[in-house]
């Protein structure tokens, strides 16, 4: 089996990444919108502007109470589209219950939309695959498969989950590549059954140990999204040492995909700064 690492892929990436932005000397800024206190949200906002600083990104945290209103928030979000040194904006999810996510994602320009979550970004992802801002975990997923199967066209893709997040934008990008794209989810039937003829298996469910080795084929490459803490460690969705020794490579957690979103944001802030620059 293969251990499908990202440390390697990352830190070459973020290497080529440094030198370009230092050679053009461009001046780049993401800005990160949070609201509320949720622990996991404050250890991923750090993690994005940590990776920020070491490629020589701007990376700047905007910051609100729990209770502020939804209409502040896309005030706020208007003022940062409208000021031409602001490249790419994020808001980091979930939101508080009282806000509707999609209205505050939406008011974000979608040239600096860098999570690729704009109606006009995911439409432009469903009509013509990866030309405009596509969701950064799907990249990283794509680019894992990539560096174990060269040639992925007409290869069969199994999805477990159907988020916007992950496994929707996931689905068409991976369509968008020629595969053959199946998505499951919680009301699949004979769900064994479905990811056993997977070429390449994601799941993307948020259940840990759910896939054992009675759900994939032996040259299968596995894809874990999954991120489920327990009070002792995190964990993915697969069951690691049950299918380790069942299918052609697998990716770890922690170390798999959770670094390749990273690396994505950091790309996508890149693209989001050469599509504002860009000439119409
Ligand atoms: P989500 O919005 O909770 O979606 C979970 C999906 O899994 C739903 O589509 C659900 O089906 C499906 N599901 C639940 N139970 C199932 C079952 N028994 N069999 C088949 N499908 C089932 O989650 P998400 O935001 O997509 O995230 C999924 C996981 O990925 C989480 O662990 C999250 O932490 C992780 N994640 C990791 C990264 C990373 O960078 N590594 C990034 C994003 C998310 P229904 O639609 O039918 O309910």
């Known amino acids: 089996v293969f251990i499908l690492t990202s440390k390697e892929i990352v830190h070459r990436e973020e ?34 502007k940590k990776a920020c600083e070491s490629v020589g990104i701007h990376c700047f945290i905007h910051a609100f109470q729990e209770n502020v209103t939804e209409q502040k928030l896309i005030e706020y979000i208007k003022e940062l589209n409208k000021n031409p040194s602001i490249h790419a904006i994020l808001v980091q999810l979930p939101l508080p219950k009282h ?26 992802l469903v009509m013509e695959g990866d030309n405009g801002i596509v969701p950064c975990t799907p990249l990283g997923c794509l680019h894992l498969i990539k560096t174990v199967r060269k040639d992925i066209s007409g290869l069969h893709a199994v999805i477990l989950g159907r988020s916007h997040l992950v ?15 199946t998505i499951a989810h919680s009301k699949t039937k004979n769900i064994e059954e479905v990811t ?19 759900f994939v084929k032996s040259d299968a ?18 069951d690691f040492e049950d299918v380790k020794n069942h299918v052609a490579a697998i990716t770890p957690v922690p170390g798999g995909v959770g670094p390749m979103t990273v690396l994505y944001l950091l790309k996508n802030t890149l693209r989001c700064y050469e599509l504002i620059h860009a000439k119409y």
Do not use: W
Request: a positive charge.
């Open 99 to 124: 806000i509707n996510q999609h209205r505050v994602i939406d008011t974000i320009d979608d040239r600096k939309d860098v999570d690729g979550l704009t109606t006009k970004n995911r439409t432009r």
């Open 15 to 48: 290497i080529s990444l440094k030198e370009h932005i230092k050679a053009k000397r461009l001046e780049i800024s993401l800005h990160v919108v949070l609201v509320g206190n949720n622990p996991a949200s404050l250890v991923y906002v750090e993690r994005k």
């Open 196 to 214: 056993r003829c997977a070429d390449v298996l994601i799941s993307a469910v948020g259940l840990p140990k759910f896939i054992k080795k009675n």
């Open 167 to 181: 496994g929707k934008p996931l689905f068409h990008l991976l369509l968008s590549e020629n595969m053959t794209v």
């Open 221 to 238: 490459v596995v894809i874990d999204v999954g991120i489920n803490r327990l009070d002792d460690a995190i964990i993915g969705d697969v």
